[in-house]
């Protein structure tokens, strides 16, 4: 190896310019006092005794300081080698754990050439939402992923789910494998987005079709997923019949999803309940405002339950009426709105 090859080596341990020069004396000498590395490296004895205890800690050279004068040894290179790979190996473990819970959030994108392929992809993405899934699949695949859906909404997951292929009369098993389904007999493609951060995009034929040369995207990025989320409710979502919706949680419940706080208001006022809600987060038009209010849900405009009652496709919004007035509230990015939801408790009234 050439010389530079093997400074620049070192320099990735963190080797400066003067430690690779003393340390690279010290090899050549084998063993010597600090005044005959410090002539050698062109540096000064002091500096020699306080790189050397550096080199020592890193198991890079032995300091015998019972000689008199003490002498400085390199190690052999196969040692230091082996010290190396050892303290590496013992990094491993921490340094992949960490890898592992920050790749689902890193930006990237991946093309996937097989229906098998997206099939598990569903089902990573799905087993690690926290607050929201949307999913458009052809009933025909449906099987494939039930057991994370269930899991999903096991877990407080929002989970909003078309199935195609089939018509909102057909008998379906689907209860308990989302908060809302619906049916929709013409094909779609098999769209998934997770906590608008990740998901997946396939042509209809790539997974009805066992020859298909199609492709599907898989992307982790937190611009495009709310682009995705906004077709998928704005475009397909309307298209589609209700035909399962979920039973009401049991009050009081916080959600970190504004959608999902909107749906179990909705499920809760199709039952007669009026509940109250206390919202954290922040003033839409005013700068400096309280950031929490508390009020009895007195209207609401979604478009996740028939009936629709909002102005546009994406228009989810709870009216609540305080001691202060009426006011509106709306979910992360909301700008038609009194008050930009971070959270929404939901109680019973009275």
């Known amino acids: 190896m050439e010389d530079a090859a093997l400074i620049e080596l070192l320099q990735r341990f963190g080797f400066s310019d003067k430690e690779i020069d003393t340390y690279l004396t010290i090899l050549e000498l084998g063993e010597a006092k600090a005044s005959t590395i410090a002539d050698e490296a062109d540096v000064s ?69 097989s229906r098998v392929t997206v099939i598990k992809r569903i089902n990573e993405l799905v087993g690690r939402a926290e607050t929201e899934v949307t999913l458009g699949v052809p009933y025909s695949l449906v099987d494939d992923v039930a057991d994370e859906l269930r899991d999903a909404v096991d877990r407080g997951v929002l989970v909003l789910l078309i199935v195609t292929g089939v018509g909102p009369n057909d008998d379906l098993p689907l209860s308990g494998l989302a908060s809302v389904v619906r049916a929709w007999e013409e094909p779609m493609p098999t769209m998934l987005t997770v906590d608008q951060e990740a998901g997946l995009v396939a042509p209809t034929e790539m997974v009805t079709q066992s020859n298909s040369a199609a492709q599907a995207i898989v992307f ?54 009026t509940v109250v809600a206390h919202v954290t987060g922040r003033w839409v038009h005013v700068e400096d405002g309280p950031t929490e209010l508390t009020g009895t849900v007195v209207d609401i405009r979604q478009g996740l339950l028939e009936p629709s009652t909002n102005s546009f496709p994406v228009e989810n919004t709870l009216v609540v009426e305080t001691d202060e007035g009426t006011f509106s509230i709306g979910g992360q990015g909301a700008f038609v709105e009194d008050f930009e939801a971070e959270t929404v408790e939901l109680r019973p009234l009275g």
């Open 220 to 273: 982790a990025q937190e611009q495009l997923g709310p682009v995705l989320v906004g077709s998928f409710l704005g475009n397909y979502w309307p298209m589609a019949a209700e035909t399962y919706t979920c039973e009401p949680d049991d009050l009081p419940t916080t959600y970190g999803d504004f959608r999902h706080a909107v749906l179990q208001a909705t499920v809760h006022a199709r039952t007669g309940g």
């Open 45 to 113: 004895k002091r500096y020699v005794y306080s790189i050397a205890e550096t080199l020592a800690d890193r198991g890079f050279v032995e300091v015998n300081d019972h000689a008199v004068p003490t002498t400085i040894r390199a190690r052999p290179p196969a040692d230091v080698v082996e010290s190396l790979t050892s303290d590496l190996d013992e990094m491993r473990p921490a340094l992949e754990s960490r890898f592992s819970q920050a790749a689902p959030r890193s930006e990237r994108f991946e093309v996937v050439k």
